[in-house]
């Protein structure tokens, strides 16, 4: 868990700064600013501890918009440079916020690298699916189709699975939510925040401008209910407007199917979560409609008994036990030799 000075008594209103909030009418980083501010007020972070990363796209715009610390970076590079703050001071507390371009592309090997080292900051990627900023070309979650500006007869990419990837690439906590989804999106971050390590949450959030509606089939609330599966520990995999739905395992095929409670199944033969478990989040983060429900919440947690900003500060108070020494001594040292 992140440390910081005693908690504050901060309302969620202290931490929107003094600058006009500048997204298009009825995007959805809206709706994931005012969840930000309300955990950031649940958890009692300071404005003077907290740092928010960013890097190019309109999620950057983030920093600009919270009256903490904040740094808006290069393109894809939030990853890196926020490493780099964690490890200068790991004291502060630090939130790293990137669109699917940004983070999946030109960022996707510093995220990648963030992830298997397990720095201890929060990465919020919000996916809709497009470049919003640059008016609208796909992206790498994009969908096979998808008609842009750069693939007017529609895009032949094969699209990146964001929490796929982010499980591939060892992280140790992932999660989901959605921008319309207030309440959920509050109590997954807090979780995230809770996190000992790197936590990596992906938000569903409508581009009303460019990809309006891409999320429609299972995130309009009229469809939630049969389209998403809201996943807890230790609670049986079930959804339906009346939970008559659920998820068993295949011993067969080692894949998971959709049963109906009281036709093709049992009560107990449905599973139960458990988010300590990879195979079952790895199964649980693929999953894609018509067939199944997408999965919503915390799909992987299974912290690390440590983390890299911690294990560097231990190396380096050991390092200092040796007493001063020169880089050219470090160098220079080991396999050497003079060309005459």
Request: proline share 5%; charged share 20%.
């Amino acid at each position: 868990m992140n440390v910081q000075a005693p908690p504050t008594n901060l309302q969620p209103k202290d931490f929107a700064s003094d600058q006009e909030v500048r997204w298009c009418p009825g995007c959805g980083d809206y709706a994931i600013l005012k969840s930000v501010q309300r955990v950031l007020s649940d958890i009692g972070a300071s404005t003077e501890g907290t740092v928010f990363v960013s890097g190019i796209g309109c999620a950057a715009r983030f920093p600009y918009y919270l009256s903490t610390y904040g740094f808006h970076t290069i393109h894809g590079r939030a990853a890196a440079i926020a490493t780099g703050v964690k490890l200068a001071n790991p004291e502060l507390d630090i939130w790293v916020v990137g669109g699917d371009g940004d983070s999946l592309s030109i960022g996707g090997n510093h995220l990648m690298h963030a992830l298997r080292r397990n720095v201890d900051v929060q990465y919020l990627l919000f996916n809709n699916e497009i470049y919003g900023l640059t008016k609208g070309q796909y992206s790498p979650t994009s969908r096979i189709g998808t008609k842009s500006p750069s693939t007017p007869k529609g895009s032949m990419d094969t699209p990146v699975n964001a929490a796929a990837f982010a499980l591939g690439c060892g992280a140790r906590f992932v999660a989901r939510s959605g921008d319309i989804m207030q309440a959920h999106l509050v109590e997954t971050l807090k979780r995230a925040h809770g996190h000992r390590g790197m936590s990596f949450v992906e938000i569903m959030q409508n581009c009303i401008v460019y990809n309006d509606g891409v999320f429609g089939h299972f995130m309009d609330k009229k469809v939630q209910a049969d389209a998403q599966i809201r996943v807890e520990h230790g609670k049986p995999l079930r959804f339906g407007k009346d939970d008559e739905k659920g998820l068993a395992f295949d011993a067969k095929t080692l894949s998971l199917r959709v049963v109906t409670v009281g036709e093709d199944a049992d009560a107990e033969d449905i599973l139960v979560h458990d988010e300590t478990n990879p195979t079952l989040a790895g199964l649980l983060a693929a999953m894609e409609p018509p067939d199944f429900p997408v999965a919503m919440g915390v799909l992987y947690n299974n912290p690390a008994s440590s983390s890299f900003d911690r294990d560097m500060e231990e190396q380096m108070q050991d390092a200092l036990k040796d007493g001063p020494v020169q880089i050219s001594d470090l160098l220079t040292q080991g396999h050497t030799w003079t060309v005459s």
